[in-house]
């Protein structure tokens, strides 16, 4: 620790800069492949309609409106690190939440692809924005629906707002520390910061602000997205407790997510294991844990709720996900939100890397099983025993799935390489300063 | 770029000497001063007096019209398409509150992020600084140097110098 300075946290952190590496290219052709799975599959859908998803009668919304509500809750992690933890002042946060904003930025722009390829009909997306149409009809502001379009979208411009911001002074750096065009090239976006006084004193104020206003944001955002939902008559969707259950949800699996990226940096980039600390990651498994327990008292709530209040459909419903035909999605979800986090009570496995790895991908798994369980089993099984279906996975909506997770690592693995992927000035801001008094 | 300027401009290694130097020319009267450091540090505002920034009503301004633009269009597109439901109000104020929210957050966040550029901006180009290639060349500012710009005249040179080096400045020049 005693020998990071504000030299070699700078020297560290732009070395990941340099030009990729045999390992970044081979990974990257298989992003990119991954992706264009996902083009290709939507492609076919363009030109054979929705035919080629699992959606039916009256399972209307399947795996890309569980794909929407997934990557959202992915970028939740991400304004909570930067804004929530920099209010509060967590000690942790510090070196992982540039990697985070960048993986919140990512993952919104992955979730607002999916209203769009669920809509089948691509080319009249805009629809759904307010503008004066043939018609003279407005949309309709009472629903939640077109909330969500303007709470995504406003999530998505905040977060690409606060990323860019918090990378000012580090484009700085890049700039002093390099030469020729690279350094022409980061000069522009740097804006001449020069880390003067009067500059700090904007950009910290700035910062400040943007972290209290953003504050709000993160919750209110999935406390909307769960109203899309929430404010439909279906059982298992018609319920009070979903938006902190999916604020919940959402930040868990955000943590989930931040460990899974930040442990392979660690691994790959030489000087970020002196950086990343063990008790950074430990934080997060701290976060994990907390949150986990929100989520499991949320699913026993439930079926508490299903029983107690005697609705009939409700209770039907929620026989229905554990011993239904989608059974093995139930229990897939229970296994890994409710049981894999149990073992991060010990701080033995908190503390170990290889086993927070593996954790953290069983979460992943399990917050998309959630949201598919939110989803698909309350449509399939509603009111009418007639309208009950179930729902059969096809292979461009898995193609799709596969797609977005290349999109996003795409977009990551270009980060890393483009921008300091961690935040160099914050870093050097938590450090002791160098002082005379202390030599 | 920066208007003309006629001063001393230093480097630190440390933060306490380049504390100790502002406080003591802030004592001799010169309240100018633009300090370099390699990260936000609050010993640093301490010493120039807790200078304020006005970043703030950029963002109440923001917040104030993104509220008023959520209003006016729920408002006006509500009535210029009545669609009214189960006899409930067809402007219903509860139903307003996320979209009053997130315009005023969208607002609020985009006009505090060009207010922020424009001072830093303004900073830039429109503080008077060294305009030697020596001053604008130097690149540890944003690594792990301290430093402290000085306008002054002439006549001030030697007493300037003289407390940048009490306080073991690394490096002191003078610009014309």
New interface residues.
């Given amino acids: 620790m005693s020998n990071i300075t504000y030299a070699s946290i700078n020297d560290d952190i732009l070395k990941s800069l340099e030009p990729p590496g045999k390992a970044w290219l081979a990974s990257f052709l298989v992003i990119i492949t991954a992706l264009g799975m996902g083009i290709f599959a939507f492609a076919y859908q363009i030109r054979h309609g929705l035919e080629g998803s699992g959606i039916n009668n009256p399972i209307g919304w399947g795996v890309y409106i569980t794909n929407f509500v997934f990557w959202v809750g992915i970028a939740h992690a991400g304004t909570l690190i930067s804004a929530v933890l920099y209010l509060v002042r967590a000690p942790f946060r510090t070196s992982i939440y540039r990697a985070s904003e960048a993986m919140t930025v990512f993952s919104v722009m992955t979730a607002g692809l999916f209203p769009l390829i669920h809509i089948g009909r691509v080319w009249n997306f805009y629809w759904l924005i307010p503008y004066p149409n043939q018609r003279l009809l407005w949309v309709n502001f009472k629903s939640p629906l077109l909330w969500d379009v303007f709470a995504v979208n406003t999530y998505m411009s905040v977060s690409i707002a606060f990323f860019l911001l918090g990378l000012i002074p580090d484009f700085a750096s890049v700039r002093d520390d390099s030469k020729g065009l690279k350094r022409l090239i980061y000069a522009l976006p740097s804006l001449g910061f020069r880390g003067t006084n009067h500059q700090w004193l904007h950009y910290m104020r700035a910062y400040l602000l943007f972290a209290a206003i953003c504050t709000p944001l993160v919750f209110s955002v999935h406390s909307i997205v769960s109203w899309d939902f929430a404010m439909g008559s279906i059982p298992g969707w018609h319920t009070t407790i979903f938006p902190p259950y999916f604020v919940a949800g959402a930040i868990f699996s955000g943590c989930a997510m931040v460990l899974t990226i930040m442990i392979p940096m660690r691994f790959i980039f030489r000087g970020f294991d002196e950086i990343i600390k063990i008790k950074d990651l430990e934080g997060m498994a701290k976060m994990i844990i907390f949150t986990g327990i929100v989520v499991s008292y949320a699913y026993a709530s439930e079926f508490f709720i299903a029983y107690y209040s005697g609705a009939k459909y409700e209770k039907a419903l929620f026989w229905y996900r554990p011993f239904g035909e989608l059974k093995l999605f139930f229990w897939g979800m229970i296994f890994c939100n409710v049981i894999s986090p149990i073992p991060l009570w010990s701080k033995k496995i908190r503390t170990n890397i290889p086993a927070l790895f593996v954790i953290s991908i069983l979460v992943n798994i399990g917050m998309w099983l959630e949201r598919f369980n939110i989803v698909v089993t309350s449509l399939a099984h509603d009111f009418d025993p007639y309208a009950w279906a179930n729902y059969k996975f096809q292979w461009v909506e898995i193609y799709i799935t596969i797609g977005s997770f290349g999109w996003f690592l795409m977009w990551f693995f270009l980060f890393v390489k483009i921008m300091p992927s961690l935040a160099v000035a914050e870093l050097k801001e938590a450090l002791n300063p160098p002082l005379r008094s202390a030599k | 770029m920066s208007k003309e300027f006629s001063g001393v401009w230093a480097t630190f290694?440390?933060?306490?000497?380049t504390c100790n130097s502002i406080k003591e020319l802030r004592k001799e009267g010169y309240r100018q001063?633009?300090?370099?450091?390699?990260?936000?540090?609050h010993?640093?505002?301490h010493a120039?007096g807790n200078?304020?920034?006005s970043?703030?009503w950029f963002?109440l301004f923001g917040m104030f019209c993104g509220s008023t633009l959520a209003v006016v269009?729920?408002v006006f597109?509500?009535l210029?398409?009545v669609?009214p439901?189960s006899g409930?109000p067809v402007i219903?104020v509860p139903?307003?509150g996320?979209?009053f929210?997130?315009?005023s957050?969208?607002c609020?966040?985009?006009i505090?992020?060009f207010?922020?550029?424009g001072?830093?901006?303004k900073?830039?180009?429109g503080?008077p600084r060294p305009t030697s290639k020596r001053y604008k060349g130097y690149?540890?500012?944003?690594?792990?140097r301290f430093g402290v710009v000085v306008p002054c005249s002439e006549h001030d040179y030697e007493k300037v110098e003289a407390i940048m080096n009490r306080y073991?400045a690394e490096e002191v020049h003078r610009e014309a």
């Avoid at chain 2, 290694?13 to 000497?17: G, Q, T, V």
């Avoid at chain 2, 001063?33 to 540090?41: D, I």
């Avoid at chain 2, 690149?139 to 792990?144: H, K, P, V």
Wanted: glycine residues 2%.
């Fill in positions: 290694e440390y933060l306490d000497d001063l633009t300090t370099h450091t390699p990260c936000p540090r010993e640093i505002d120039l200078p304020q920034s970043i703030p963002t269009i729920m597109m509500t210029d398409w669609l439901v409930k219903s139903s307003m996320p979209i929210f997130e315009l957050v969208i609020a966040i985009w505090t992020l207010g922020t550029v001072l830093i901006l900073d830039t180009f503080t690149d540890r500012f944003m690594r792990d073991q």
